[in-house]
């Protein structure tokens, strides 16, 4: 959709005179806009709207219901403005927050000076606030989904029958050490530097929910550690803060005791998930299905992960 049609449905939606439209740069799922809304009195309201361009697998996050069941838990989270699930009011199904102000930016999170005070914080938040997120009422988000992740991502490697030793590897690996449960609770699904807004204090706000699903409670732990999302920085959790601060404020939150070894192998599984992530986006571009030049570069990382995987599992 072009902005000027964009701008025109979403003044007509909020009764408002929208400006400053803009795309945010991400959403490899979707597009993120920038806006604000000035009512007849000219006062402005900074708005984030989310909209999905891109048929998803598998059923839709009611990630309204989400994000007033993490608000109640003591989340930070934006506040939700419209939710678009079922209005047709913007050609897809969109999602209307407030504006948060912060940086998503992992690079600049990590690199420059103002986020400096923040960085040795961080950690501990992230414990805290993953704390939080698993102690959300399952009942108070009916409509997520339980899988199991490991044949989840086996099924879509094998839909692309294409030779990737190291990912068998890891499979196997995997398989092998395959630990108990530890709980079955709500996962955010996607938690780590670059869905995090932050400010010079630390974190001020979770973002991206669209992945939110019944599961184990480590593998969040593990996916914030996944090297990935460390971009270029030795510090395990996020490229911003070691481990032992991560869990001693989990534990403390939460009243749960983490095993190091079980966040291990979530982490070989969220280092393989990834990369097999990568293969189906790079997939969505050369398949036709939806060109973008994001989508492609992202297929370059295929081979980072398969590195990543034997060092892990060495």
Known sequence: MEPDELRARLEKRLGGRVDGLRRLSGGASGETWSFSVVSDDDLARRLILRRETRQLVG?????AAVFAAAARAG?????????????????APYLIVEHVDGETIPRKILRD?????????????????????HRIPVDEVPGLEQHDELTR??????????????FELAFRWLE???PPPTGVVV?????????LIVGPEGVRAVLDWELTHLGDPMEDLGWLCVKAWRFGSPLRVGGFGAQPDLFRAYERESGQPVDTDVVHWWEVLGTLKWGIMC??????????AARSIE???????????????????A
């Not at 059923?59 to 990630?63: A, G, Y």
């Not at 989508?295 to 892990?312: F, K, P, Q, S, Y």
């Open 113 to 133: 000076a103002d986020y400096a005070p923040a960085l040795p914080k961080m950690a501990a938040q992230c414990g805290e606030i993953l704390a939080r997120i």
């Open 187 to 195: 996962v955010h699904g996607d938690f780590r530097n670059g869905n």
């Open 279 to 288: 293969i189906a986006q790079a997939f969505t571009h050369l398949s036709g």
């Open 295 to 313: 989508l492609a570069t992202i297929g370059r990382r295929v081979c980072e992960n398969e590195w990543d995987l034997l060092e892990l599992i």
């Open 75 to 91: 989340v930070p989270v934006p506040a939700v403005v419209v939710d678009g699930e079922e209005d047709d009011a913007l050609g």
């Open 176 to 178: 092998e050490r395959r």
């Open 153 to 166: 991502y086996r099924e879509l490697l094998d839909m692309f029958d294409l030779p990737h030793p190291a």
């Open 59 to 63: 059923p839709r996050v009611p990630e």
